[in-house]
């Protein structure tokens, strides 16, 4: 039960995210916005409306909306919303079912028979394959770091570090950052309000699905915005991870920090042209290199 | 940057001031609106598809605006998305010229239900000055059904968001 | 069990296939000939495994530590998992084979074909079982001719050319792995394996050092490892499919079985040599996951993929003794070793049944050009379902069963950022970002072969027109499917629940931090079926079918992506590693008028290894040959010159 109540947490609370983005994008461009619930609404209008269908579609389009929300919901399970301590949450799991999600989306958009979709596909697999080294070192040095391949223990192990430690992971943090916008089709590698087919990576792979299949796509996004950008959050500030009786609250802090944090990100640079997506990846797996560099060599020399 | 950064603090804004909440008639209707909305879908969120089936972009100029800071129908409750498929409303402006005719038919086939077509502009009410040329077929609803129309050449951004809060207020009935 | 009983039972094994080969030979005008063959091999594979099972049990029980075959070699343990897999291969690929060949008449000598494939398992058998340097040999050899027929069976010009570099490669091999083996047995071809270790342990460094670097060419030719393995993504296509299945799942097993069994022999000295297979093997799953990633032809793909999964392999191979040999490392080695005992079975599993799904494509479509398939899931939805679990299982994504095996690689490099000197710290670092890497690539290369072959629509009439499907062709891949996501459950818990400890005599904390709760598996689980319920009960949404979005522009199947266009962004970001030419041909339609052209891009990948190293070394050793031809004058005196220097030399030598 203790796994079941801060997931169920993060299932409720990720469409706000959405909301916190947009209204925070909003107010950087000097408007008021819509509602920070504006989303819930959105996905429950969603689910009223019928569905249209390509002739062209074989069965796994109808199996990816399950599969995509399956996948982000054990990775809302997998990543705990609060630390719970001991070994729970492995990082390797945790990012396989990561690109389990992915994958299962560039196969929705391979089964419309569209230009646009099979174009979205091809670059969210380029930038999946991509994003794997960086990913993979900086799971492994964080999880050197706490002593512990579970992502819970990973978290509780930051609240408890020395300020002197924080500082030695702060390389890898800048390095999970790269990560986490690329997986959440964010600035610089994504622009999620492009309505141009040329400029889109995630949103090509859902033009073709309508109703409710496109709520659960959608609502599965949130979900995993929301779990990379509030363990981003935890660990850049670990304060926000303590356990506590007012857990709730301070999870709503780590998501408007979040959302702030991405809104802050997409209103101040542009996005990348996609055939220079290799030189944010090095970047990225430079940092990770760097990163786990540092903790190795204050692991060795018995710093931390 | 510094520089930049305090030049932006020591100017300040200078735009005109944005219109009180409830004041201005923009507001008003959007206020209109966004119960409208609730009441049609208990959603309170619209998504348009906006086809331009041959206009002037006259229509198209006045429905960006629609986006902007001034009147930021977002907070509304409207959205713009990208493919028909994710829309509950398809605008269309223009005198639906023959090359567009295909491409407006499968974006209706394409919209789901429930949907609702609005023509903007007098050119895909009537077809304006192009009625009758050899180029176009006419008014909106000669290809596909229309459930409102939205007179004006190009209707204002307030005159758009009264022709939806209609649009919507006749379908509920 | 009566050890000699299944003795017997693995020499009735050994001996049905050339049984079933000479019958099919001798009843060739009887149309159920090839029927009759296929299913006396199936029934050895059957009894094979049959055998392969008890001595595993007895083995286990601990009453037998080797077995002997009669008089024709000893089979111990290590050979074990290895001839089950040779025995589940055959089982499988020949069951494919009844339907399979039997559309291909006319363009196999299937008698003949029979024949081969035959002398084939016969000496991947041998090459298990041999208990001594020439049995070994012979073995070898016999598997490796076998397979060159296979290569070579449609006798087109392509598969003659493959066949050409394949006796080229896997005789330089053979030269090697005979050489390596003599130079360890002092030159006696007659030692057995135990006296072969007992000689090589008073062997100096130099000769070990030799000895080791030829046998590993010799087994990584055979496995497809970087610079040695440019016949494979050549040669292993051109056989008919459930022969290409056997030569990438199995044969290629086979090799890793002979390296395992020669690194006995090498007590001392392995470490800086592990150090050179763990680069190599790295090197190898690099290249072989980039070409498969930007590969067109299905079954070229796959190869490409047998040699990224036989370098990962070598990789946790050489980890294992990297490992096993340092004290403050040693509990990793058991991780490693798990990994590639895991990775074995899955690639088997795996390319085995994509090697046979790419033969029912292809005998459907008659074409296994990625770039010209498509739409074929809607044809065959549980076929397609089959061949998606196997392309997930070939990605190493959960739960398929070869995501279990390279978590265990994962975790033990991971592991190794902590433990040990710097140095092993840093190059475990390295490790782990090649492999994620690899990773990367490999799901790139399966969710296009997938995705094209199946999803969207048919891009050419030969896919649109497929025909059906025969279940004895489908049933061999469904298997497989099935036993990968079988091992995918079993082993977590398997991976948990056994004491490593005790298989691997080394204590060690087996995935530490992998704890799964019943209830999140459960909420995981229920999540998406409770959308299902309530998408198809409570909100009973209505499906409109429609065409695909074209923004008015009517959409053609060539408007869809090919694999060509699929890849188009790796290849960019590795541009500099794959070799790419791309030429624009431009010929004037109107001679006059030089503005209206026809451009035709003529565009091709090479390997890099094919144009800096054979290339130049080919040019190298016909420069060579060319200045020693100036030695035949023709002149006789001038040629007993050559042998008076040559004995004076050999006295020189001798005395």
């Known amino acids: 039960m203790t796994i079941l109540l801060p997931t169920l947490l993060i299932l409720l609370a990720s469409p706000l995210t959405v909301g916190l983005v947009r209204k925070f994008k909003a107010l950087f461009q000097n408007r008021r916005g819509a509602s920070i619930f504006q989303p819930y609404w959105a996905l429950l209008s969603l689910l009223r409306k019928d569905m249209t269908i390509t002739r062209y579609s074989s069965w796994v389009f109808h199996t990816v909306p399950f599969v995509v929300l399956g996948s982000t919901i054990a990775l809302a399970a997998l990543v705990p919303a609060v630390p ?39 670059r969210e697999m380029s930038l999946i394959a991509l994003v794997e080294p960086p990913l993979f070192i900086v799971f492994a040095s964080l999880a050197l770091f706490a002593g512990s391949f579970g992502m819970g223990d990973i978290i509780a192990h930051f609240t408890s570090a020395t300020a002197g430690s924080h500082v030695l992971t702060a390389v890898t943090l800048i390095a999970l950052f790269f990560v986490v916008l690329a997986e959440n089709a964010r600035y610089p590698v994504d622009n999620p309000a492009t309505h141009l087919e040329l400029t889109m990576v995630h949103e090509a792979m859902m033009l073709e699905y309508s109703g409710p299949y496109l709520a659960l796509l959608e609502y599965a996004s949130a979900i995993k915005l929301t779990v990379l950008g509030t363990l981003f959050v935890s660990l850049l500030l670990p304060s926000f991870a303590a356990s506590g009786t007012v857990l709730a609250l301070l999870f709503l802090g780590k998501l408007i920090l979040a959302a702030f944090l991405v809104a802050f990100v997409e209103s101040t640079i542009v996005k990348m042209r996609f055939y220079r997506m290799q030189e944010y990846m090095a970047l990225a797996f430079l940092f990770a290199l760097g990163g786990a560099a540092l903790i190795i060599l204050s692991k060795l020399s018995g710093a931390v | 940057m510094l520089s930049l950064l305090a030049r932006i603090i020591k100017t300040g804004t200078v735009t005109e001031q944005a219109p009180q909440v409830g004041s201005t008639d923009i507001e008003v209707t959007g206020e209109n609106l966004k119960r409208a909305i609730t009441r049609l879908y208990g959603g309170r969120s619209l998504r348009i598809r906006h086809v331009d089936a041959g206009s002037s972009n006259a229509e198209e100029y006045e429905m960006t605006a629609l986006g902007n800071a001034y009147h930021d129908s977002e907070r509304f409750g409207l959205s713009f998305v990208a493919s028909p498929r994710h829309a509950d409303i398809l605008t269309v402006s223009g005198p639906v010229t023959r090359n567009m005719e295909h491409a407006l038919r499968t974006a209706y086939d394409m919209t789901p239900e429930p949907r609702m077509v609005i023509a903007v502009g007098d050119g895909a009410c009537t077809g304006g000055i192009w009625a009758g040329s050899y180029a176009v077929v006419g008014a909106v609803e000669k290809v596909i059904p229309v459930d409102a129309k939205i007179f004006g050449d190009p209707p204002s951004p307030l005159q758009i968001l009264k022709g939806l809060l209609a649009a919507i207020e006749k379908a509920r009935t | 069990m009566d050890p000699l009983l299944i003795s017997r039972l693995f020499l009735f094994a050994l001996a049905t296939p050339a049984f079933a080969a000479l019958l099919g030979l001798l009843l060739r005008r009887v149309s159920w000939s090839n029927t009759l063959t296929q299913v006396l091999f199936a029934l050895s594979g059957l009894v094979g495994l049959g055998a392969v099972a008890l001595l595993a049990l007895e083995m286990f029980a601990g009453s037998l530590s080797s077995l002997q075959i009669g008089g024709l070699g000893v089979l111990q343990p290590l050979g074990v998992p290895f001839l089950g897999i040779i025995y589940a291969g055959v089982l499988l690929t020949s069951f494919y084979s009844i339907a399979a060949l039997a559309k291909y008449k006319e363009i196999y000598v299937l008698p003949w074909l029979n024949v081969a494939s035959a002398l084939f398992l016969i000496g991947m058998q041998a090459v298990v079982l041999a208990p001594s340097v020439l049995t070994f040999l012979l073995a070898w050899e016999l598997m490796s001719i076998a397979a060159y027929f296979l290569v070579i069976a449609d006798r087109t010009e392509d598969s003659l050319r493959a066949g050409f570099l394949y006796f080229v490669m896997t005789h330089l091999g053979f030269l090697a792995l005979a050489a390596g083996l003599l130079i360890l047995s002092g030159g006696n071809p007659l030692l057995s394996w135990a006296e072969l270790a007992q000689g090589a342990a008073t062997l100096g460094a130099l000769p070990l050092s030799l000895a080791f670097a030829l046998l590993f060419a010799g087994f990584g030719s055979k496995a497809g490892l970087v610079p040695l393995h440019q016949w494979l993504p050549y040669a292993h296509p051109q056989a008919p499919s459930g022969s290409s299945a056997l030569l990438s799942g199995v044969m290629l097993k086979v090799a890793v079985f002979g390296f395992l069994q020669s690194l006995t022999f090498f007590p001392s000295l392995l470490f800086p040599w592990m150090l050179v297979v763990l680069l190599l093997g790295l090197v190898s799953a690099f290249f072989g996951a980039l070409h498969a990633a930007v590969e067109n032809d299905a079954k070229r793909l796959l190869a490409w993929s047998s040699i990224e999964n036989m370098g990962l392999i070598f990789a946790g191979i050489a980890l294992y003794f990297l490992t096993s040999g340092t004290a403050a490392l040693a509990p990793l080695a058991p991780l490693f070793a798990l990994f590639v005992m895991l990775h074995i079975l899955n690639h088997f599993l795996f390319k085995s049944g994509l090697f046979m799904a790419a033969g029912v494509i292809q005998s459907a479509t008659h074409t296994r050009d990625l770039d010209s398939l498509g739409g074929l899931a809607r044809r065959w939805p549980l076929f397609s379902g089959v061949v998606l679990a196997l392309s997930l299982a070939a990605a190493a994504l959960p739960p398929l069963g070869t995501f279990f095996g390279e978590w265990a690689l994962v975790q033990a490099l991971a592991l190794g950022l902590g433990a040990g000197d710097p140095a092993s710290r840093f190059t475990a670092l390295l490790v782990l970002s090649s492999v994620a890497l690899v990773g990367g690539l490999a799901i790139f290369a399966f969710v296009k072969f997938f995705s094209l072959v199946f999803l969207g629509r048919a891009r050419t009439e030969a896919a649109e027109h497929a025909g059906a499907l025969s279940w004895i062709l489908a049933t061999p891949v469904a298997i497989c499917a099935l036993l990968s996501l079988g091992v995918g459950l079993v082993a977590f818990p398997l991976i948990s629940g056994i004491p490593v400890g005790k298989l691997f005599g080394a204590e060690v904390v087996v995935a530490p931090g992998a704890g799964i709760d019943p209830t999140l ?101 016909v420069r060579v040959a060319h200045s020693v031809r100036r030695l035949q004058s023709g002149v006789v005196q001038f040629y007993l010159l050559l042998v008076l220097l040559t004995l004076i030399l050999t006295l020189f030598i001798a005395l």
């Open chain 3, 521 to 621: 598996v459960a909420l995981i689980l229920a999540a998406p079926a409770l959308a299902l319920w309530l998408i198809t009960r409570v909100l009973r949404t209505k499906i409109r079918i429609t065409d695909t979005w074209d923004c008015g522009a009517p959409l053609t199947p060539r408007m869809q992506y090919t694999s060509t266009g699929f890849a188009a962004p790796i290849r960019f970001f590795f541009r500099t590693l794959l070799g790419a030419r791309r030429e624009i041909i431009t010929t004037p339609v109107v001679a006059s008028n030089p503005w209206v052209t026809k451009k035709h891009l003529d565009w091709q990948i090479h390997s890099i290894w094919e144009v800096w190293l054979y290339k130049p070394l080919g040019h190298g050793i």
């Open chain 1, 84 to 122: 719970i301590a001991g070994t729970y949450g492995n990082v390797f799991l945790i990012a396989g079912v990561l690109a389990l999600g992915s994958v299962f989306l560039v196969l929705g958009g391979m089964d419309t028979a569209s230009t646009f979709g099979n174009m979205g596909s091809s």
